[in-house]
């Protein structure tokens, strides 16, 4: 079982910058690959932004030039940084871990943008 803990979210103002962080307990972090998804009150949970056990990335259309997603796998952690946060960005964010045949979800962390 590994277990994702994330942290960093917190209230915002619109244009503001927050940096999430995902800590994982997987013994062999490298070979996961790592994402961030978002659900907002009503709404279905949705990608953000992912990074292969590789390096290479995928951002949701939203999140495409504003976010940035990246890995340190001698920490065993995920970060992404959030700019120009909009108010659509509220929503709770969760970390995940998948290979195929197993995939891991954090608690979850508020980001809120409001001025």
């Known amino acids: 079982q590994v277990q994702l803990v994330e942290s960093g979210g917190g209230l915002v103002q619109p244009g503001g910058s927050l940096r999430l962080s995902c800590a994982s307990s997987?013994?062999?972090?490298?070979?996961?690959?790592m994402g961030w998804y978002r659900q907002a009150p009503g709404k279905q949970r949705e990608l953000v932004a992912v990074?292969?056990?590789?390096?290479?990335?995928t951002y949701a259309d939203s999140a495409e030039g504003r976010f940035t997603i990246s890995r340190d796998n001698a920490k065993n952690t995920v970060s992404l940084q959030m700019n120009s946060l909009k108010p659509e960005d509220t929503a709770v964010y969760y970390c995940n871990a998948k290979v195929p045949g197993l995939n891991y979800w954090g608690q979850g962390t508020q980001v809120t943008v409001s001025s």
């Open positions: 997987a013994s062999r972090f490298s070979i996961y690959t």
């Open positions: 990074i292969a056990a590789g390096g290479r990335t």
